[in-house]
């Protein structure tokens, strides 16, 4: 069964830094596109940064130049580098990604998300 599990949360001031990892684990024959996610209470979640297998990268305007997305295919894991972090990037962060495991079709599978809190 395939599974994504993230790790890398916690509490930072403004201006710091984090890196969230998140982890394929699982009977997988390939990854396709791995984007992270956030969500505060009772909001809908929005797109943070996409990052395709060919290591194309989108991110939110809100987040460009200070957050960067990368993956490692051997590892099955994508992260998000959060520089220059603000009160406003405070959220549960979760990973996404389409994933083919062995028997099957690309499916889309979700991380159970990790707690970012950037203090002032």
């Known amino acids: 069964q395939v599974q994504l599990v993230e790790s890398g949360g916690g509490l930072v001031q403004a201006g710091g830094s984090l890196r969230l990892s998140c982890a394929a684990s699982?009977?997988?024959?390939?990854?396709?596109?791995m984007r992270w996610y956030r969500q505060t209470p009772g909001k809908q979640r929005e797109l943070v940064a996409s990052?395709?297998?060919?290591?194309?990268?989108t991110y939110a305007e809100s987040v460009k130049g200070r957050f960067t997305i990368s993956r490692d295919n051997a590892k099955g894991t994508v992260y998000l580098q959060m520089s220059s972090l603000k009160p406003d990037d405070t959220a549960a962060y979760y990973c996404?990604?389409?994933?083919?495991?062995?028997?099957?079709?690309?499916?889309?599978?979700w991380g159970q998300g990790t707690q970012v809190t950037v203090s002032s």
């Open positions: 990052i395709t297998s060919g290591t194309s990268t």
């Open positions: 996404n990604a389409n994933i083919r495991a062995y028997g099957s079709r690309y499916d889309d599978y």
């Open positions: 699982g009977r997988i024959f390939s990854i396709g596109t």
